[in-house]
């Protein structure tokens, strides 16, 4: 019998990464050009140094983007061609939407991330591209943890909340709608400061910040199989700023919450945004 041999029985201190962000889908022609550059120079701020993407496919504009991406060194790009190999569901409700893998294998590469990444980083951050895992009281993800992870020392999974901010409600003065950025598509993170109020009675969905060494199954919302159990991060300590189609849209600007924790990275952000557009070739 052929045996593998066990190679991580070193207990390692130190990582080629300490935060890496894996977006687990990019399908269709998705083509959001503006909100990924803010999404990922957000997260340079917040201290992370490296972000997996799973590419089956995406518009042209955002395909030039991630080149400049991985270019630079940031991007890890996962060449992720289901769709020419099974018939790949494009909804998360297998009763709604029917094939032979669930959203273009969305679990398979959660999972897949988590892996790949055991002995390369620190924390794996399990989260959809149109998401930003903010800290409210610290500067940065690094920081956070450094105080999250001594108060809680056998926890390998910390829940983020997960804060919808609808993008058909701008913010007034109209102050971050730079005409530099007029003709690059979709939604600008900056001019959406209204929140959704959470529901008290339902479910918030999470998503999660790991220790990928403790995790053996991750699902989307919170792991399956893990060492040393999950804890519940406070909202006003971290949450996630997700801008998008809103589920309640019959829900006011006046029935809605001021946040602009985003607006306190604006002059580094704005910045650092001009210059990706630049380097590739948007402006």
Known sequence: MEYLQIKNKVVRETFKFNYTIC?????????????????????????????????????????????????????????????????????WNIKLHKGDIQYYGQLVTLNECIYRHMYQ?????????????????????????????????????????????????????GKFKRAEWK??????????????????????????????????????YSTLKDFGGSFHVPFNICRIVHVRVPLQGHLTKEELFVDKRVWDFKQKLILNVDQTFKLSSFL
């Open 183 to 220: 003709n690059i598509p979709d939604i600008n993170v900056m001019e959406h400061i209204y929140r959704k109020p959470p529901q008290k009675k339902n479910y918030n969905p999470a998503k999660m910040i790991v220790n990928p060494r403790k995790v053996q199954q991750t699902s989307v």
């Open 23 to 91: 977006i687990s889908n990019l399908f269709g022609d998705y083509n959001n050009v503006l909100q990924f550059a803010q999404t990922m120079e957000m997260y340079k701020l917040l201290g992370v140094q490296h972000v997996v993407v799973y590419k089956t496919s995406c518009g042209p504009d955002l395909e030039k983007l991630l080149k400049h991406y991985e270019t630079e060194g940031i991007l890890e790009i996962v060449s992720w061609p289901i769709d020419q190999f099974l018939n790949k569901s494009r909804g």
């Open 121 to 173: 980083s620190k924390y794996a951050c399990l989260n959809d591209i149109d998401e930003i895992i903010i800290p409210y009281k610290h500067t940065n993800l690094p920081s956070l943890m450094e105080d999250l992870q001594p108060a809680h020392p056998n926890i390998g999974v910390f829940l983020i909340e997960n804060h919808i901010f609808p993008k058909t409600q701008f913010e007034e003065s």
